[in-house]
């Protein structure tokens, strides 16, 4: 619970100098803190290395980042809600404790370099999305469907 008050505080206190910052002229203060903000989330993930089990991610997310669930050993499967849109280069890479299959939304529209490379337990990946366009390797040591 502690820790939730030292985040808050510190999104607070950010927010204040932006706005100081816009105050005295700087008009790039907010939008800077909004690509800083969205490049963070890119690897949120990539030291979870104790992320254990199935993830289900929510029907509101669209886009997974770029290495969003790197060397995620323990991670054995994912169930991916219906309006993901984008999974970035290497976002499970390295995830060698999926197994089986996995079936990606018909919503995707892009995959990155890798996005599954090394996943060696994973034998399929199916998704049947139209307009998919899929990067290199993207499932390497995955038969793709």
């Known amino acids: 619970m502690a820790l939730n008050y030292i985040w808050i505080g510190l999104f607070v206190i950010g927010f204040i100098v932006g706005i100081i910052r816009l105050i005295m002229g700087d008009a790039t203060a907010l939008p800077s803190m909004m690509d800083s903000t969205f490049e963070m989330t890119n690897m949120a993930f990539e030291m979870t290395l104790g992320l254990t089990g199935t993830l289900t991610l929510p029907n509101s997310l669209t886009t997974i980042g770029e290495q969003a669930f790197y060397n995620c050993y323990g991670l054995e499967g994912i169930v991916?809600?219906?309006?993901?849109?984008?999974?970035?280069?290497?976002?499970?890479?390295?995830?060698?404790?999926?197994?089986?299959?996995?079936t990606l939304p018909e919503t995707l529209q892009t995959v990155g370099n890798y996005a599954f490379a090394?996943?060696?337990?994973?034998?399929?990946?199916?998704?049947?999305?139209?307009?998919?366009?899929?990067?290199?390797?993207?499932?390497?040591?995955?038969?793709?469907?």
């Open 80 to 102: 991916m809600g219906n309006s993901v849109e984008t999974i970035g280069a290497e976002a499970f890479r390295n995830c060698g404790g999926m197994r089986g299959e996995l």
């Open 118 to 145: 090394s996943c060696d337990e994973l034998t399929t990946i199916n998704y049947n999305a139209v307009n998919c366009t899929s990067g290199m390797n993207t499932g390497s040591g995955t038969s793709i469907t």
